[in-house]
Structures are given as C-alpha cells and as structure tokens.
C-alpha cells in the first residue's frame, strides 16, 4: 500500500491529562489486544468481559475483527499488506479510545508479532497501557468449534490463506496475560482479565 503522509500538518496537544480522565471515568485507559486463532474464543470472551466491566460501571468497548470490516476497513482484503493495514488502523483506533479513558477491548487474529509489536509500541509511545492476550486454543478445538465454517473450507481448498492451515500464526512471546480456553470457562476468562486490569493499575480492586 502507498505511503501517502501529509508534510503539512502538526500534532495540536489538549490540556486534559490521563489523570484527568480517570479522575472523571474512576478508572484509567487500556487496550486489551486479544489475539489467536479464528475460534479460539476471542469474541466470545470479549463479549463477557465488556458486560462484566459495564456491570462494574467501568467503560468499556469492544473492537472486533469482523465488525471493523464492515466500515472503518471495509476496503481491505487479505492479502499480507491488507492484514497488517487492517492491524495498523485498529491499532490507532484503539490508541485513541485509550487515550480517551476507554477500556478498549480488541478482538482480532493479528497473526503476525511484528504488527502486534508495533501496536503496542504506539501505545507505549504515547504513555498508555497496552496488554497482549494470548487466547491460547489447540487448533483442533477451534476446528471442532468452526462457528463460521471457515476451517471445514479451507480444508477444502475454498480459502487461501487462512490463518492456521495455508498461513503461519505466531504466538505471542510474552504476553501479559495467557488464557487456554480450552481448559477454563468463558466467565473464568473474563473475571482472569479483570484481575489483569487490577494488577496494572487500570482498575482498582474490590
């Protein structure tokens, strides 16, 4: 994809702080980047643990990999350069939400570390919280799982490309937070990342 930066534009900083937000929300930003493979329970989780956080009267908001495909990049395929596009927009998306005092919880396959790495240096660079979660299934769960049908195709040549079968996934090398779906509950998962969030200082414990 063509690089086309602007040379004519300058980064206008606010006076409200981070501080300031969470003095207002009660609790500070964070991205949560869920990542693995399709079926391994990243949406599922997501869901649980967005209404577990509203139910605490935290603010929360999911970014979801097949939701972001329907706007924001509705113009990307899946090819290697449309992937880590795909990344990059979510990345910033989410780096704003952060920015504004959301927990912002982000669903997405993101196969490669490199595009995971340079999500999280953004966040890092701009002083935010970001942990990588590791939704870690065996692939022959998340076949059996197939909610989509998308393994049973690409078993049968109708996809190219599919993350797990014709396409690498690289597992995170250290993740703040490891979750193997495969032996715990969804509610046991999400209440897993709520306890992350307390021992990252995003939220206070009960």
Same mark, same amino acid.
């Given at each position: ?5 602007? &040379? ?13 937000? @969470? ?7 964070? &991205? ?47 090819? @290697? ?22 927990? &912002? ?75 193997? &779906? $495969? ?8 209440? $897993? ?14």
């Amino acid at each position: 994809m063509a690089d086309q930066r602007p &040379t004519n534009i300058v980064w206008h900083d606010g006076e409200i702080t981070g501080d300031d937000r @969470a003095k207002v929300l009660g609790h500070r930003g964070c &991205t949560l980047w869920l990542t693995g493979l399709s079926g391994s329970g990243k949406s599922t989780i997501g869901v649980a643990l967005e209404n577990a956080l509203i139910g605490r009267g935290v603010l929360a908001y999911r970014l979801d990999g097949d939701n972001v495909r329907h706007g924001l990049n509705a113009n990307l395929g899946f090819s @290697a350069d449309d992937r880590e596009e795909n990344i990059r927009r979510v990345g910033e998306v989410a780096k704003l939400f952060t920015d504004a005092g959301v927990i &912002t919880i982000s669903s997405f396959i993101s196969p490669y570390q490199r595009d995971r790495d340079r999500v999280r240096k953004i966040h890092e660079d701009a002083g935010l919280i970001f942990l990588e979660v590791f939704i870690d299934t065996p692939i022959e769960v998340c076949e059996s799982r197939d909610p989509k049908g998308l393994y049973k195709k690409a078993r049968a040549g109708e996809i190219k490309g599919f993350t797990g079968i014709d396409d690498p996934y690289e597992q995170p090398a250290n993740p703040e937070v490891h979750l193997k &779906t $495969d032996q715990s509950t969804v509610e046991k998962s999400a209440q $897993d990342l709520i306890d992350a969030l307390i021992e990252y200082s995003v939220l206070r414990g009960e």
